[in-house]
């Protein structure tokens, strides 16, 4: 088992930034390729970025390209995603997730893929 604890969500004006972090317990956190996804009122859950196990790797969903900036420490067994130039639409419950059994090099993109998540930190931002 994994668990996950996200963290650094809260209210921000358009424009601002915030860094959201989920810590990871449990396992070997650098087993794990990780992401983030998240879901808005009456919104299905949409993919947002994703890293792999080596680091090297990420991927972003195209609303949050050049915005958003996923990384990890496998150190601390802490991913996290630094979001700027928030705008209104990135209002939304940001989850993190664990994939586990896959490559170094692999990345996650959809739900399915993921084993373990967070529950879950609010973001909301404000016009």
């Known amino acids: 088992q994994v668990q996950l604890v996200e963290s650094g969500g809260g209210l921000v004006q358009a424009g601002g930034s915030l860094r959201l972090s989920c810590a990871a317990s449990?396992?070997?956190?650098?087993?794990?390729?990780m992401g983030w996804f998240r879901q808005a009122p009456g919104k299905e859950r949409e993919f947002v970025a994703a890293?792999?196990?080596?680091?090297?790797?990420?991927r972003y969903a195209d609303s949050v390209r050049g915005r958003f900036t996923i990384s990890r420490d496998n150190a601390k067994s802490t991913v996290y995603l630094q979001m700027s130039s928030l705008k209104p639409e990135d209002t939304a419950i940001y989850y993190c997730a664990a994939s586990a059994g896959r490559g170094p090099t692999y990345i996650a993109a959809q739900s399915y893929e993921y084993n373990y998540w967070g529950q879950g930190t609010q973001v909301t931002v404000s016009s």
């Open positions: 890293i792999s196990r080596s680091v090297s790797i990420t």
């Open positions: 449990g396992r070997t956190f650098s087993n794990y390729a």
